[in-house]
C-alpha cells in the first residue's frame, strides 16, 4: 500500500500524499493512521491499541511525542476498556467562511483533513489536521444520559521544551495571569495552569486550547511525568453562600461532586485545540478556535455593531475643569456620552455604580439612568450597562426584561471566576437571551474565548486576561507582558484588555535597562495608583494596543479631561477600527515585540510595540496597493525613555516600495494610519 509505514517509524516529511492512511484493514487488531495537513508539513500519526493516542510531527520533526486521550463515563466502557475499532471515515474540507464579526479577517480559508474513528463503545474520535495546527474531540452515541468522571488528555512533549505557563491557584479565577517561562519538566502535576498555554520545542511552538466548550467543563493543565495533562472543575455541588465579603458577586465553591459533567449521551464535546506555528508571529493569525466553534445560531446579525466605548472605572471618574462635581450622577456620564459623541465612539458604559449593589431593578440616587439611556440616542451614543454575574442570576428574566425596556444596547455581566459546567452553560444562557434582545455581551471576570462568540456573535468581546487596570494595584501589565499576549491568550479570541491610558511613566523593569549618567537603580517613575492609574510603557505603546490588540468592542480607558487635554493621541485613537479585513503580521517575538498591519475597508494600520528593551525593526511597506499612500505616524519621542509621554507625529508619502526602520524606547511603540492619496 503507498504511503504504509510502520507503527514504530516517525512520520517523515513528504510521506503523507493522501488524508488517511491505515496500517491493517484488521479492526480487530493494533492500527495506526496518520493525518497530514493540506500543505503536508503537519502530520498527526494516530495509535489505536487498547486505547487511542495520538503523535504530531511539524516538517519531520517532534513536536508532540505520543499522548494519550480519553473519556471515562460512569459505569460505562472507555476506550482503554478492551474496546475494538468499528468503522473509519476521512473527509476533506476547503471553504470559506465569513465572521458575522470580522476580529482577524473578512474572510477565513477554513482547509483541513479529517479522521474519525468509531468504537464498539459508541464513541467517535475526530481528528482535523490543519495548515496551522491539529484539533480533536470525543463524540458519543449513547441511548441514555452519561455522567462524565474524567477525561484524558496527556501533552507529552520532547525535551528540552519550554512553556509559557499562566500559573493559577485554584479552579476559582478570573484567568488573568502572567505567562511564566519554565522548562516543561519542571511544571509538577500540583502546578495548575488555564488555558491557553504555548508550549516552545526545537520543532516549532504549540498552543493548547479548546474550543465549542458547551455543556462542559473548561480545559485547564498540571504537570504530568512526560509534560502536561488536562483537567477540569468538577461539578459544583456546595457554595459559601452568604458566608463571604462582597456577597453580590463571590460564591466560592466549598465542595464539588466527583464528575465533571452530566449531559445527554448524544453529544459532541469541546475540541481540543493544539495551533502550531513555525515562527512566533503565525500564531498573530491562527483562527482555529473560530473554525472549530459551533456555527452561529442567529438569522440576523445587522443589528451587532463593534465599536469603541468611553470607559469610567479604570480612570475612576477624574474628570477636571468641568462645572459639577464628578462621581456616580447623571452630570459625569452626560459628560461621557458628550465627548463620545464628539470623538465619534460608538458606546458609553455605565459600569459599577448606577444601580444598588444586589438589586439590578433598584435606582441610585442622582444617577437617572433612564435619562442618560434617552440623553446617548439623541447623540448616536449606546450605552452598556454593567452587572454582577450573582445579581444576573438571581434576577434574571426580570433584570434582561428591564435592559431591554430601559435601551441598553449591551451588558458587561462581570466577577464570574469560574468554568466548570454549571457556569458554562450560565454564559450560554446570558448570550442567547442577550441575543434574543439585541444586547451585546462583554464578559468580564471569565474564562477565556472558547467559541461562543461564533455560535452568539453579540458576545462581541471578552476579559479573562491580566489587562490594563492591573495598574491600579501591581506592576504586572509590563511591556513584557504586553508583548507577550498577542501571542497566546490573543490566539484563543478577543480580550478586552482596556488600552488607551494618558498618564504614562517608565516601570521598574524598563528602567533597568537605560543608561545614563546619575542613574538611581531604585528611582523609578510608574507608581501604583488605584484612584489615578498609570501605564508602564510609553504614551505610544498605549496607542499601539489600538491596533495590535483584538476586541470587536475596544475601551478607551481614560478620562475625557484626559483625552481633551492629550486631544491628537486621542483623536488618532478614536479613528483606529474595531475590526479587520485583512492581517498581515510583520514581526514578532513572544514577549519582546510585535509588529502587525492590518486592513479595514480602504485604510491600513500598523502597530508595533516592544518589551522593556528599546530596538529598531524593519517596517517593509510591500503590503500596500499600488499607488501613493499617506502615512500618518505616532512614535516614541526622543525622550520617551526618561519622559514616557513624550511622541512625536509626523505625517509621510510612501508606496509599497517605501522601507523603513522604526525605533522604539523601552516599553515603546509605534503606530501609523495608511490612506490612499
Not at 438 to 462: C, M, Q, W
Request: charged share 25%.
Amino acid at each position: 500500500m503507498e504511503g504504509y509505514f510502520d507503527a514504530n517509524k516517525r512520520i517523515r516529511t513528504g510521506l503523507v500524499t493522501l488524508a488517511l492512511f491505515i496500517a491493517s484493514p484488521c479492526f480487530g487488531e493494533e492500527h495506526t493512521f496518520t493525518l497530514a495537513s493540506p500543505d503536508k508539513n503537519i502530520a498527526v500519526e494516530i495509535e489505536v491499541n487498547q486505547g487511542v493516542s495520538y503523535q504530531i510531527e511539524l516538517d519531520g520533526k517532534s513536536i508532540l511525542l505520543p499522548s494519550n486521550i480519553d473519556l471515562q463515563l460512569e459505569s460505562l466502557p472507555s476506550l482503554s476498556d478492551g474496546i475494538r475499532l468499528t468503522d473509519k471515515k476521512s473527509h476533506q474540507v476547503n471553504k470559506v467562511l465569513e465572521p458575522e464579526v470580522r476580529v482577524k479577517s473578512q474572510k477565513i480559508l477554513d482547509s483541513y483533513n479529517q479522521l474519525s474513528l468509531s468504537f464498539s463503545n459508541n464513541y467517535t474520535v475526530t481528528f482535523r489536521a490543519f495548515n496551522n495546527g491539529i484539533a480533536y474531540r470525543f463524540e458519543t452515541d449513547i441511548n441514555q444520559d452519561i455522567v462524565v468522571i474524567d477525561e484524558l488528555a496527556e501533552f507529552n512533549f520532547p525535551a528540552p521544551s519550554t512553556t509559557y505557563f499562566p500559573k493559577e491557584e485554584g479552579f476559582y479565577s478570573h484567568n488573568e495571569r502572567s505567562y511564566l517561562k519554565e522548562k516543561v519538566s519542571d511544571i509538577k502535576a500540583t502546578d495548575l495552569a488555564s488555558t491557553p498555554t504555548l508550549i516552545d520545542t526545537e520543532a516549532g511552538k504549540l498552543l493548547i486550547t479548546e474550543t465549542a466548550l458547551e455543556n462542559y467543563a473548561g480545559l485547564w493543565l498540571i504537570g504530568s511525568e512526560k509534560g502536561l495533562k488536562g483537567t477540569f472543575a468538577h461539578y459544583p455541588t456546595q457554595k459559601a453562600v452568604g458566608e463571604t465579603p462582597w456577597q453580590d458577586r463571590n460564591e466560592p465553591i466549598t465542595h464539588r461532586a466527583k464528575y465533571i459533567a452530566k449531559s445527554s449521551g448524544k453529544r459532541t464535546y469541546p475540541w481540543r485545540v493544539l495551533a502550531i506555528a513555525k515562527q512566533d508571529k503565525d500564531l498573530l493569525t491562527n483562527q482555529l478556535t473560530y473554525q472549530l466553534a459551533i456555527p452561529s445560531k442567529l438569522a440576523d446579525t445587522s443589528w451587532i455593531k463593534p465599536g469603541k466605548v468611553a470607559w469610567d472605572w479604570f480612570n475612576a471618574n477624574n474628570l477636571h475643569g468641568v462645572d459639577f462635581e464628578a462621581g456616580l450622577n447623571t452630570a459625569t456620564y452626560k459628560h461621557y456620552i458628550d465627548f463620545a459623541a464628539e470623538y465619534g465612539l460608538e458606546y458609553v458604559i455605565l459600569d459599577e455604580g448606577w444601580y444598588p449593589l444586589g438589586d439590578l431593578m433598584g435606582t441610585v440616587a442622582d444617577f437617572d439612568v433612564p435619562e442618560l439611556i434617552r440623553y446617548g440616542k439623541e447623540k448616536g451614543v449606546g450605552i452598556i450597562l454593567w452587572a454582577s454575574w450573582l445579581t444576573l442570576r438571581d434576577q434574571f428574566d426580570e433584570a434582561m426584561d428591564r435592559f431591554q425596556q430601559l435601551g441598553a444596547v449591551g451588558i458587561k455581566p462581570d466577577f464570574f471566576q469560574r468554568d466548570d459546567q454549571e457556569m458554562v452553560q450560565f454564559y450560554w444562557k446570558i448570550a442567547k437571551e442577550a441575543a434574543e434582545r439585541e444586547l451585546l455581551v462583554d464578559f468580564h471576570g471569565s474564562y477565556k474565548p472558547a467559541g461562543l462568540r461564533r455560535t452568539y456573535p453579540n458576545v462581541i468581546s471578552r476579559e479573562g486576561v491580566k489587562g490594563l487596570e492591573w495598574n491600579k494595584w501591581s506592576y504586572d501589565s509590563t511591556p513584557e507582558h504586553n508583548t507577550t499576549l498577542p501571542f497566546i491568550r490573543q490566539v484563543a479570541g478577543p480580550m478586552d484588555y482596556t488600552p488607551g491610558v494618558m498618564s504614562n511613566a517608565i516601570g521598574p523593569a524598563a528602567f533597568e535597562n537605560i543608561n545614563y549618567s546619575g542613574k538611581d537603580s531604585n528611582h523609578q517613575d510608574f507608581t501604583i495608583r488605584f484612584m489615578r492609574p498609570m501605564s508602564q510603557t510609553t504614551r505610544v505603546h498605549q496607542m499601539a494596543m489600538f491596533t495590535v490588540f483584538e476586541s470587536p468592542l475596544q475601551m478607551m480607558a481614560d478620562t475625557p479631561s484626559q483625552y481633551r487635554k492629550n486631544s491628537e493621541c486621542a483623536a488618532f485613537i478614536a479613528k483606529v477600527p474595531t475590526v479587520w479585513d485583512e492581517t498581515i503580521p510583520l514581526e514578532g517575538s513572544i514577549g519582546d515585540f510585535v509588529m502587525v498591519a492590518r486592513k479595514h475597508q480602504s485604510t491600513w494600520h500598523v502597530g508595533a510595540m516592544t518589551d522593556e528593551n528599546a530596538r529598531t525593526l524593519p517596517l517593509d511597506l510591500s503590503f500596500l496597493e499600488e499607488g501613493k499612500w499617506k502615512m500618518d505616524i505616532f512614535e516614541d519621542g526622543p525622550n520617551a525613555k526618561r519622559w514616557a509621554e513624550d511622541y512625536r507625529s509626523k505625517t509621510l508619502e510612501v508606496t509599497n516600495e517605501t522601507k523603513l526602520n522604526i525605533s522604539l524606547a523601552p516599553g515603546g511603540g509605534y503606530t501609523a494610519r495608511l490612506s490612499k492619496m
